[in-house]
Nanobody, 124 residues
C-alpha cells in the first residue's frame, strides 16, 4: 500500500524554523514529482514547493516561501523534507506532501498520493 506520513509540525515563534518530514512507504520516490502543499484556515490549498521527477530533481517554490523554504530528498530514507526558516504567522497551515509519477511539475489536481498532513502554527 502506497503511503505518505508527514511529521515535524508544531508551534513555533515568528522567525523560527521547523523541518517537516514526509516518509514514503510502499513505493520508491525515484521517478516521482513530489510537492509540499499547505492549507491555511479558511483558505484554499496552495502549492509551496515541488521537486520534479527528472534526474536533476529541479525544484521550484511559491513566491511566498522562496528564499525561506528548502525542499530536499533523502533517497536512502525514502523521505522528503521541507526546511522552513524565518517563519511568519501567515505560514500557519496544515502542510501536506503529495506525489505523482513522471511529472516535472506539481499541480494540485494532478497529484496522486497524498499524506494526511501536519499542522504548523506560527505564533508568539
Amino acid at each position: 500500500q502506497l503511503q505518505f506520513v508527514e511529521s515535524g509540525g508544531g508551534l513555533v515563534q515568528p522567525g523560527g524554523s521547523l523541518r517537516l518530514s514526509c516518509a514514503a512507504s510502499g513505493f520508491a520516490l525515484r521517478g516521482y514529482a513530489i510537492g509540499w502543499f499547505r492549507q491555511a484556515p479558511g483558505k484554499e490549498r496552495e502549492g509551496a514547493s515541488c521537486v520534479s521527477s527528472s534526474s536533476t530533481r529541479r525544484t521550484n517554490y511559491a513566491d511566498s516561501v522562496k528564499g525561506r523554504f528548502t525542499i530536499s530528498i533523502d533517497n536512502a530514507k525514502n523521505t522528503v523534507y521541507l526546511q522552513m526558516n524565518s517563519l511568519k504567522p501567515e505560514d500557519t497551515a496544515v502542510y501536506y506532501c503529495a506525489a505523482k509519477y513522471g511529472r516535472s511539475t506539481c499541480p494540485d489536481y494532478a497529484m496522486e498520493y497524498w499524506g494526511k498532513g501536519t499542522l504548523v502554527t506560527v505564533s508568539s
